[in-house]
């Protein structure tokens, strides 16, 4: 059975990129239709629109006495 990484390390043989997103593990195998052109590229958007709208920000630091 071929791992994620063996998938991986193959794309990168033949010279197709993987997403960022694939990449950073947070979803699985996707190539890369854009040549890592994230600023133009809808999935990219739409998980940075996801990310900002579903995250609680992290409480503040309590200041230093």
């Known amino acids: ?3 994620t990484k063996d998938k991986r390390a193959r794309g990168k043989q033949v010279g ?3 997403c ?3 990449e950073a593990g947070v ?3 996707r ?3 854009r040549r890592l052109d994230c600023e133009r590229c809808l999935f990219d958007q739409n998980m940075m629109d ?3 709208d579903n995250l609680t920000p992290l409480p503040a630091m309590p200041q230093a006495a």
């Open 27 to 29: 979803v699985s195998s």
């Open 31 to 33: 190539s890369c239709t």
């Open 16 to 18: 197709v990129s993987h």
């Open 50 to 52: 996801f990310f900002a």
């Open 20 to 22: 960022i997103w694939s």
């Open 1 to 3: 059975m071929k791992t």
